[in-house]
């Protein structure tokens, strides 16, 4: 009963009266749609492509992210701004909430329920469920955009368009492998992203712990390493879109091994906090 009411509190406090956040991913989509929708009525006209693609298009043309940059001279470093962007505002949407909540209602909660295990875990749900919510309005808004836009119904990649605006490869496998490196990879590496800036965030301030994870992510934009998790979630560096790249179940297991070890840490790091220091601050 006690962590229902943890969870209640957190619904309202760390979704609800946050949803004005929810305008970020709102945003992002329609930046990718219509970025893209643009130079899907191009290469149409051009007749370059026979259709104006399917759902699914869109979708991988926001979270691909890019190649493994090659150091070259006459070639500058491109950010993957789609990509970046759907983990940066996930960051910027869930940091300082946790310490916050401890300045306010939460330390009454905290109190009332008398275990600090309960009300971490019910942190982790917080995030958890904010992270599905902030993927459904992407999909909510590609959705919309797309099928109004003309593109079909359909979570199969267009082979003309991945080959101009993505990679061929996406249009070449079965979906079922597709939507793994493309959905749950990503989903996996943002709730990873969430959990590592929350238990960080209580060890240092959190804006730190906002730099430190966007300092990753551009870090892993620019170098393929398995020491860079940002590479874990990016369909571009998976095999088999990028043949140099990183086996999916590898990269599944490393993300749920990763937040395994978030929640336990945090946890322990929360365990030994001084709950009286944080609210005097």
């Known amino acids: 009963m006690q962590f229902l009411r943890i969870i209640k509190h957190d619904l309202e406090e760390g979704i609800w009266e946050k949803r004005v956040y929810f305008l970020l991913p709102v945003l992002l989509s329609l930046f990718s749609c ?11 006209k051009a007749e370059s492509i026979q259709s104006l693609g399917t759902i699914m298009d869109y979708w991988i043309y926001m979270v691909q992210g890019s190649a493994p940059f090659e150091f070259d001279l006459y070639e500058l470093f491109t950010v993957p701004t789609r990509w970046v962007g759907l983990f940066l505002f996930l960051l910027i949407s869930l ?63 267009t082979a003309d368009i991945m080959q101009i605006l993505a990679r061929e490869d996406f249009a070449l496998y079965p979906i079922q492998q597709i939507l793994c490196i493309t959905i749950i990879q990503p989903f996996l590496l943002a709730l990873f992203f969430g959990l ?51 086996l999916p179940s590898v990269c599944i297991a490393l993300l ?20 009286l220091e944080e609210t005097e601050t």
């Open 34 to 44: 219509s970025g893209l929708h643009t130079q899907l009525v191009n290469l149409q």
């Open 95 to 157: 940091n300082g909430y946790l310490n916050n909540d401890l300045k306010g209602w939460g330390i009454q909660v905290l109190t009332h329920s008398k275990s600090r295990l309960a009300w971490w875990l019910g942190k982790v749900a917080w995030c958890v469920l904010y992270t599905i919510v902030y993927f459904a309005i992407y999909f909510f808004i590609i959705f919309l955009f797309s099928f109004s836009n003309g593109a079909k119904i359909s979570l199969q990649p």
């Open 196 to 246: 590592l800036q929350m238990a960080i965030g209580l060890y240092i301030k959190p804006i730190l712990s906002f730099v430190a994870l966007l300092t990753i992510l551009l870090a892993s934009a620019y170098w393929q390493t398995w020491l860079l998790p940002g590479n874990w979630g990016m369909p571009n560096r998976t095999i088999p879109i990028f043949d140099n790249g990183f």
């Open 256 to 275: 749920l091994s990763g937040i395994l070890i978030c929640i336990i840490t945090g946890y322990f790091i929360f365990k030994k906090k001084d709950i």
